[in-house]
């Protein structure tokens, strides 16, 4: 495996059938694509045939829902296979999955599921993360989900979980934003506390998202526009770790291409802001 940090890849969207005419007929200001592994885990046909064709003018990075790394049922063999040899086609920068699990006893329950973050549970993620990677070849990037409820079990805060885990493992991290967010105020805890908790040379993308405020909790559901609180911890995350890839999730109501890539270019502009803030720092 290469010791190298992934590249930097600039502003991405996560790559979605109704924007694919769209972005194979023009020129898009996007950077690079996201694609959901699952979606191309397939023996051929069209997603195929794009993935392919975005791939020759893109830089991919491959994003899957069902490795189910904290599950106590053992490795799926045949599902690393497969994504094994989709990376071997599309030759993604970097290849993700949640800090969760999915299913058990051979069912895809479809959600991520959060865990108790214990010791137990600490060596346990961190075996499978190995074991993962030394398959694959090529080390993991690990998202921390959003959640809804948490176990008394826990021993340890979910940020130090997550650094612990990158730290044993040595992979690399997936910062989502609107994660953070969602979960901080469903919990109570800060986002700041999260945000300077985990280590900043394990972070390798942002990921960006709308959610559903439902009154006395959050569900983030990636069906709405990154509303404002989110872009103000955004603001705070580019300033704590610097320049790093950043991407826009939507995965229901989705709107034009071009309404995306405008809700892209506010994360450029952000992120422009604060390097402009911290050069004028620097000078004086």
Not at 120 to 129: I, Q, T
Not at 234 to 263: C, Q
Request: some cysteine.
């Amino acid at each position: 495996m290469s010791d190298h940090k992934p590249p930097y890849l600039g502003f991405g969207l996560g790559l979605r059938p109704e924007h694919y005419d769209e972005i194979l007929s023009g020129d898009p200001n996007v950077d690079w694509f996201e694609v959901i592994s699952e979606n191309y885990m397939i023996p051929g046909g069209k997603p195929l045939r794009v993935l392919d064709e975005i791939a020759e003018r893109y830089p991919i990075v491959m994003h899957g829902v069902s490795l189910s790394i904290a599950s106590t049922a053992p490795l799926d063999m045949e599902y690393l296979t497969e994504l094994k040899t989709l990376a071997d086609r599309a030759e993604p920068k970097w290849i993700s999955d949640h800090l969760c699990w999915t299913g058990v006893h051979g069912v895809n329950l479809h959600d991520l599921l959060p865990i108790p973050y214990t010791q137990e549970a600490l060596e346990h993620v961190v075996d499978r993360v190995s074991r993962v990677q030394d398959f694959l070849g090529r080390r993991l990037t690990l998202e921390n989900v959003s959640s809804y409820v948490t176990f008394a079990e826990s021993e340890m805060s979910e940020w130090d979980f997550v650094s612990e885990v990158a730290r044993r493992a040595d992979c690399w991290l997936l910062f989502d934003v609107n994660n953070v967010y969602v979960s901080a105020c469903n919990h109570g805890f800060s986002t700041r506390d999260f945000l300077h908790g985990v280590p900043r040379d394990r972070i390798v993308q942002f990921h960006l998202a709308g959610h559903s405020h439902e009154g006395d909790h959050i569900v983030d559901t990636h069906d709405h526009p990154v509303c404002d609180e989110v872009w103000d911890f955004y603001r705070e995350t580019v300033s704590h770790f610097g320049p790093v890839s950043t991407m826009i999730e939507r995965d229901d109501n989705i709107p034009p291409l071009a309404e995306v890539i405008a809700e892209l270019d506010i994360a450029r502009k952000i992120a422009q802001e604060v390097a402009e803030a911290k050069k004028v720092i620097a000078a004086e």
